[in-house]
């Protein structure tokens, strides 16, 4: 009888203890989380340094009229003061700008000279020593609503990073509007066929219309690989 | 590793926006550029593994310094060097000079001995001033060599140290690119050519300028085969008269002699200076030589104004064997010019007008100086062009005044006659018009009125000189020029011009239009109106050439 009201005393006990337990811990108040750090500010694309990427839908400034252009897409482009630039790394190029037109047409032929020596600074092609006699084109094309002269000069080269300098030719347009002219040229290796394509449809891409933000679809962290990689 | 491929825009260590990509060559790329203060440079961007090479950046230093305590009219200083820190590439600026490289006078043809030994007079004393520092230039060619104006031609050699930047990171364009102008011990890395080296690359450039070839057969092809160049180096020579005769030019069998020694395979069989091939060159074109070719002496008609691009020179470089101004440099003062630090002004031709035979006169940066003894001459003219200017200039008054005074004259009795009925007014008139109109009989057909206001000139009253009509000829488009009788004419807003009554043969013009030749009966006192349609010109196309963008080849 002792032993059963002993363990009778124990087990009260050991429950009283358990019941009783620990004073329960005050759960730590939950921190609400810090907003996430605000995005950071689009590239301009004002600098090919931006390392922009175009997409399908990527509507560039052509600076000095109200047109835009759709660069390769995957090409790296600037909309720079002077011109409109798109490079793609296996040496391709595209650069647009808007010229005064000046008269009579024999100054005019020297003025689309003189540009595309400039633009060809710009972005480092040396067209071929006799050939920036563009009077005549090679073809007429409607672009914009209205006749542009496009002339194909073979023969000119462009430096690229890795290997020797790129062979091909220029596409050089001019786009008569009321009182400028849309002109610039594109570059493509000669056997580079998808460069070839890309610069010829980037300039029947000009339209009329407002640069669309970068940020949208451009940001360097959305670059298009697959795309840039195939050019 | 290559040099850092920039495009253009780009801006270099924050100070040099790139223009545009001059050479590239993996281990070295070579930039037009422009600095803050909007001067044209040239920077060099080498290799960037060459960076992490203190020894070879400590003797780019060295070099630099050297060149720095050099007289600028014999090497072209670096304005700056330093790395960039985008692409952790070192690099090198010198100005840009308005002076042609060789290459580029010998790309219009071939130069003249006489010539081509002033040239290697220069050379030769910018090699042996640098050589005084232990210096030596072993890149030596035509594209770093520039040339100044006739009649003295003095040199600016470049690129001094470009050979330390080739051994550390040797490149097959490089290679390719320099090889033609190689020495044999320089296919050993290990061996040193020191000054016989220069000598050897002397002799090959005054072959290009003699003949606007290069020596070697093997490098007359492109690319060039350098395994035939290689054997061509090590093998016998071809005595350089022969060899120019294989490109139909003529050069003395007395300079053979000279060029065998001068590109001979040993260096010991080698002149240790250029002294020998210049004086060789200087005796076949009867040009003297002059001290300054053997030594280090400096010319002594130093003319700062030979200098183009006006760049600042390093301040005041130390001698890299000791403190203070190089002896170069000091001699460079003692003739009564800043040492160093000072920006010379742009370069002027000093040729004063004579230019020697066999080299084509280029742009310098500045307007020749006028000839003196030509200024009586043009003084001459100047003032019979002005007297007769002047005394043509008086008959054409004298004349108007007397066909107006006339008209005076003659206006007061036909007045009086009771014909015209208002003498006095147009006698007034008139005068005011031929004072305000300086006496000139032009009157445009406002004015006419006054002449012709009911007097006759010949006092008739009846037969008054014809009032101007307005004549407005419109265009289909617009016209873009409109020529009467011979004399272009220019309408007003309204295309109209005035045209005095008769029969006129006006010719229209537009470009891309044909032109057309209309001619018009004005009658006195009625307006003349007429629209003409311009047919547009079709022009033929060119026809349609197989290309890459258009019209694809198949």
């Known amino acids: 009888m002792r032993r059963i009201s002993a363990i009778l005393t124990l087990g009260l006990v050991a429950n009283a203890f358990l019941a009783c337990g620990p004073p329960p811990r005050k759960p730590k108040p939950v921190e609400a989380p810090e907003p996430p750090p605000p995005p950071p500010p689009p590239p301009k694309c004002e600098s090919l340094e931006e390392n922009c990427k175009a997409t399908s839908s990527t509507k560039a400034r052509i600076p000095g009229v109200p047109y835009v252009a759709t660069p390769p897409p995957g090409w790296t482009y600037a909309q720079t003061d002077a011109a409109l630039i798109a490079t793609s790394a296996s040496g391709g190029v595209v650069v647009l700008t808007a010229i005064t037109p000046v008269e009579p047409a024999f100054k005019l032929t020297k003025q689309r000279a003189d540009k595309i020596k400039e633009l060809a600074e710009l972005v480092s092609v040396k067209p071929r020593r006799r050939q920036v006699l563009l009077s005549v084109p090679t073809i007429r094309k409607e672009i914009v609503g209205v006749e542009a002269s496009l002339w194909q000069r073979p023969g000119a080269t462009r430096p690229v990073e890795d290997g020797d300098d790129v062979r091909g030719a220029i596409l050089v347009v001019s786009i008569p509007l009321e009182e400028k002219n849309i002109f610039g040229f594109g570059f493509a290796g000669k056997d580079d066929g998808d460069s070839t394509k890309a610069v010829f449809a980037a300039i029947l891409s000009i339209r009329e219309g407002k640069a669309e933000s970068a940020q949208s679809e451009d940001t360097p962290e959305e670059a298009d690989d697959s795309e840039a990689s195939s050019q | ?554």
């Open chain 2, 1 to 554: 590793m290559t040099a850092p491929h920039l495009s253009a825009g780009h801006t270099i260590a924050g100070k040099y926006t790139i223009s545009s990509l001059l050479a590239f060559t993996r281990e070295m790329a070579s930039y037009a550029a422009r600095d803050h203060q909007g001067n044209d440079v040239v920077v060099k961007l080498y290799d960037s593994a060459i960076a992490q090479r203190a020894d070879v950046m400590a003797k780019l230093d060295r070099v630099r310094q050297v060149i720095a305590a050099l007289p600028e009219d014999m090497v072209v200083h670096v304005v700056d060097a330093g790395y960039d820190a985008s692409t952790a590439a070192p690099f090198s600026v010198t100005p840009q000079l308005s002076q042609p490289s060789l290459a580029k006078l010998v790309s219009t043809g071939a130069l003249s001995v006489d010539v081509v030994a002033k040239i290697m007079t220069g050379v030769g004393r910018s090699l042996a001033a640098a050589q005084q520092y232990q210096l030596f230039h072993h890149g030596l060619k035509p594209t770093n060599i520039f040339v100044g104006p006739a009649p003295s031609y003095s040199v600016r050699l470049m690129d001094f140290g470009v050979s330390i930047v080739r051994g550390t990171s040797p490149t097959h364009e490089a290679y390719a690119a320099c090889a033609p102008w190689w020495a044999p011990e320089q296919l050993q890395a290990s061996e040193q050519g020191g000054a016989a080296t220069d000598v050897f690359a002397s002799a090959l450039v005054a072959f290009f300028a003699l003949t606007g070839q290069s020596y070697w057969r093997s490098c007359h092809q492109s690319p060039i085969d350098l395994n035939a160049w290689q054997q061509e180096l090590l093998g016998p020579r071809t005595p350089v008269s022969l060899r120019a005769e294989e490109f139909g030019m003529n050069l003395h069998a007395a300079l053979d002699t000279v060029f065998l020694r001068s590109l001979a395979v040993s260096i010991g069989d080698r002149a240790g200076q250029a002294d020998e091939l210049v004086q060789a060159l200087a005796a076949l074109g009867g040009t003297p030589v002059g001290d300054s070719a053997r030594t280090l002496a400096l010319p002594e008609e130093f003319d700062p104004a030979m200098l183009a691009g006006g760049s600042a020179a390093p301040a005041q470089a130390a001698h890299p064997q000791g403190g203070g101004q190089a002896p170069a440099a000091h001699a460079f003062a003692q003739h009564g010019y800043p040492a160093t630090g000072t920006p010379h002004p742009p370069g002027a031709d000093v040729s004063g007008g004579h230019a020697t035979p066999g080299l084509p006169n280029f742009p310098t940066a500045q307007a020749k100086k006028p000839n003196k003894a030509l200024l009586p001459v043009i003084f001459v003219i100047v003032a019979t062009l002005l007297l007769g200017g002047g005394v043509a200039g008086f008959f054409v008054m004298q004349s108007g005044s007397v066909t107006e005074d006339d008209a005076h004259a003659k206006a007061a009795p036909a007045a009086s006659g009771g014909v015209g009925g208002a003498a006095p007014a147009a006698s007034t008139d008139a005068t005011k018009s031929s004072e305000a109109g300086g006496g000139v009989a032009a009157v445009p057909s406002g004015s006419a009125e006054a002449a012709t206001g009911g007097a006759a000139p010949d006092g008739t009253g009846g037969a008054a000189p014809a009032e101007d009509v307005k004549v407005s000829i419109t265009c289909i488009p617009r016209c873009g020029a409109i020529t009467v009788d011979g004399k272009k004419v220019r309408p007003d807003k309204d295309d109209s011009f005035m045209l005095s009554p008769g029969e006129h043969t006006v010719v229209l013009v537009r470009g891309g239009f044909r032109s057309k030749k209309i001619k018009v009966n004005i009658e006195a006192g009625t307006p003349f109106e007429k629209k003409v349609a311009l047919v547009r010109v079709r022009r033929r196309q060119p026809p349609p050439s197989c290309g890459q963008f258009l019209n694809q080849c198949p």
